[in-house]
Structures are given as C-alpha cells and as structure tokens.
C-alpha cells in the first residue's frame, strides 16, 4: 500500500486532519486498533471553542453541528453558595459550542464514507520505520496478516497510550508531567441540564460539574479519590453526591434519573517535546494531555491539526517551512492551554491532605475573580481558546 500521509488513530485529531488533507487533494490512509463502533461509543468532550468550530466548518463538517450544537455565551463558577457568572460575550466577544466529541467523530466518519478514503481498523502492531528516509514505511497487522504501508509523512494521532510517540528514542523526548491526586466520576443521564450554562462548582466536600449534550441530555462529573471504582457507585449515591456540590439553589432543580454511562477518568497534565522526529509528527493525545477542567483536550487536538494539514500540504507540494516549524508552533499554544487547565483545576479542586494556606489561595483566587473584570476577561479569553 502506498499514500502520501499515513495518520495513526481515528480519534478527532487524526479524523479531522485525513478530512482536511483529502479535501486540498492530499492521500491519506487512516490506521485505528479499535473498531468504529468502540471509538463512536466513548464519552469524552463536550465543548468546542470557536476556532474549532471554525475549522469543522472549514472541513465540511458542520452541518450537523450548526444544527444540533448550542452556543454558550458564558458559564459560571460556584463557591459554595456563590454564583459567579463569566460572561464570554460581554468579555472577549467570543462563545463556545456544545457539541460532543461523539457527535464530532461520527460526523467525521460519515465525511470520510462519503469521500471514500481509507480507515482501516482492528490494526495492530505497527512499527514505523524510515522516518529519516524519503518515504517511510508503517508495518502492521490486520485481518491476520502483515502488511506494509509506504508514505511520505506519518502522523502520529494515536492518544496518550499510542506508539507513536514512543517511537521517537526517549533521550531525544523531553518529557513534563503533573498527575493529579483524583479523578472524576462522570455521567451522562437522560435529564434535562440543571441550568442552561455549565456551572463549575467548588465545594467543601470537593469539585463537580454540570455540564450538557442537549436540551434533554445532561453530563454531569464529581471529583473522587483515584481508588474509587466506577462500578462502586449507584446512580443514587452519585445524584446525593452532586446535589451536595451544588449551590443548594442549583441542587434543589436537579433532575435526576437512570445513568447512561458512568466512568472515572484520572486527571493529568503532560507535555512530550518535539512534536515531530523525522517524518513523524504527533497531534493531540500522543503528544499531550491537559485535565478536562479547562476543556482543552479536543481543542488543543483541534489546534495542532490546524498548524499540520497546513504544514503537511505545503510540503507534498514540496515547501517544508511548515513542517519545521511545526513542533514549535503547537507547542507555544499547547502550553499556553497547558498552564490554563492547571491553574483552573488548582482554582476549582480540594486537594487531599492540602495545608490552610493552599485553601487560603483557593478562597482568594476565587474572590479575586469575582470582584476584578480584568481577572475575568483573562478567564473568558483562555476558555474561549486563545487564537491559532
Ligand atoms: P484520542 O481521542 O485518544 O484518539 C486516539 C485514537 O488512536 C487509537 N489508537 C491506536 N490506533 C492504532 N494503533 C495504536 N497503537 C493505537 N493506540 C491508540 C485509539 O483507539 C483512538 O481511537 O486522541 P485525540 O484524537 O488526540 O483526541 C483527544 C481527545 O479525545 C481528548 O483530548 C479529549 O477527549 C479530552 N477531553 C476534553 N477535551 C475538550 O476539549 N473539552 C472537554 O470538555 C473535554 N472533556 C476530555 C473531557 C477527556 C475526558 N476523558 C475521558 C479523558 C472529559 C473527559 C472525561
Ligand atoms: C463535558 O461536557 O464533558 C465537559 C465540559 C466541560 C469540561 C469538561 C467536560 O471542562
């Protein structure tokens, strides 16, 4: 098999970036372990900034999104009893979208069907090969056999737990990372949101979210201890939790009702520096992970295939300036994101065995916000996503 960009994952990142190469003319073969069904099941994001939403328009994805997605033109952040609404709007002129990382990814699939490209899936063990040779070549299996696919670039969209970029030899990886002492208990309900904005609340009793996938459906996250099992929780257990870490005024208009899914995710910051090695280029999850407090995990997948369909077009046509520069460029916004989502899950989390001054700061960065407009533009700015 031969193409010119050889793309590992179909998650978004590696979805939206074959949509956007094949749409300027550009060959792309897409490798994915799973099968269409697992992937289209995952329950993750849930809100798009603008400049995503702009580049699913760029890529003839959005008319499911114009339809279905809900502008939010704010949200707002709770301590304890205190509501504090961020006005995005008012602030930065700018919204974000609800729309969910499954709708995206099912709309992407349904882009690449109509456009008959490539996405082969059940692959497993691929080894790369050749990235400093003219053409590289990925070797795997599928369907019992092994196979070989030649290529000019590789695009490694394979999340945190791929090969990609274990690929690149780990003296010449520059790794960062924070993990977090908790996770969050997630779960998605057929009820209508408690408020029509997301509210991110700080409790005593630890952080939760209410946040939505449509009018009639809600997602909903608690903070828990990493040795919490999903399976150790009862849909009831969970609604008495939340209504616990809500304003009481917000709990009190709680619907509740059968969950649908229910999962805990561990939280992490992690950065792996280059973004490329050869003719191997990581977006997304391979390259980093931000915890889901900023919501910037989509967006920042969304952000480095914008910077790489460029790069990667420019260079099949022969200019590589983009690809040289590529790493640099993701990287100088993947840690402006990086630095958002930490200090906004510092703000909003209690943090197990914490001393009263962390609580102190916690109390005051929250105080802050809410009585200077500067304080809250530079939130909106951040959560609305900084520009391309
Ligand atoms: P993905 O989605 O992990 O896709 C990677 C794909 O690669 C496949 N794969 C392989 N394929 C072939 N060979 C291998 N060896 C492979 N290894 C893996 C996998 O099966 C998969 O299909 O990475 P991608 O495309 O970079 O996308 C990243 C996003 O999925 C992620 O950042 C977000 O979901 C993070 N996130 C959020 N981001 C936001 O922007 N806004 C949010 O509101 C938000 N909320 C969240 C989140 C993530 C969460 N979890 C569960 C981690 C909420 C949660 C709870
Ligand atoms: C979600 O709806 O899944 C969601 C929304 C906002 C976040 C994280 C997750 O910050």
């Known amino acids: 098999m031969n193409t010119e960009v050889a793309i590992i994952g179909a998650g978004p990142a590696g979805l939206l970036l074959s949509q956007l190469l094949n749409r300027a003319g550009v060959s792309t073969v897409v490798l994915e372990r799973q099968t269409r069904a697992h992937v289209l099941a995952r329950i993750r994001a849930g809100i798009l900034e603008w400049s995503t939403v702009e580049l699913l328009r760029a890529a003839g994805v959005d008319v499911r999104m114009e339809r279905e997605g809900i502008p939010h033109e704010g949200c707002v952040l709770a301590s304890g009893d205190t509501q504090l609404r961020i006005d995005f709007r008012a602030l930065t002129g ?133 040795t919490d099992k999903a399976e150790d929780w009862s849909d009831e257990a969970f609604w008495d939790e939340l209504r616990r870490r809500l304003p009481g005024e917000v709990a009190a208009r709680l619907v509740t009702g059968p969950s649908i899914e229910k999962s805990i995710a561990p939280l992490r910051s992690f950065v792996s520096e280059p973004m490329r090695w050869g003719n191997l280029f990581l977006a997304g999850d391979a390259a980093h992970i931000v915890p889901p407090t900023g919501a910037k995990g989509l967006n920042l997948a969304a952000s480095d295939v914008h910077y790489l369909h460029r790069a990667l077009i420019d260079a099949v046509r022969g200019d590589r300036a983009g690809i040289d520069s590529y790493s640099e ?49 530079d939130f909106a700015e951040n959560y609305t996503g900084l520009p391309f």
């Open 329 to 377: 460029r993701a990287l100088r916004r993947v840690w402006k994101a990086m630095r958002f989502s930490w200090a906004t899950t510092t703000m909003m989390h209690r943090f197990e065995g914490e001393d009263s001054f962390a609580e102190a700061m916690r109390r005051a960065t929250l105080d802050h916000l809410g009585a200077s407009e500067t304080a809250q533009k």
């Open 94 to 226: 700018r919204q974000v979208m609800v729309y969910g990382q499954t709708e995206v990814t099912s709309d992407l699939y349904e882009a690449q069907d109509a456009m008959g490209t490539e996405v082969l899936h059940g692959v497993s063990d691929i080894e790369i090969t050749d990235l400093d040779a003219a053409r590289s070549v990925l070797h795997f299996t599928h369907e019992g056999a092994r196979r070989r696919l030649s290529c000019l670039f590789v695009a490694g969209c394979d999340g945190f737990h791929g090969v990609s970029r274990r690929t690149i030899p780990a003296d010449r990886r520059r790794e960062f990372e924070r993990v977090y002492p908790f996770g969050w208990l997630g779960v998605l309900s057929e009820t209508p949101p408690v408020h029509h904005e997301l509210i991110y609340s700080n409790a005593p009793r630890g952080f939760a979210l209410a946040s939505q996938r449509s009018e009639t459906r809600s997602r909903y996250y608690v903070q828990v201890p990493l």
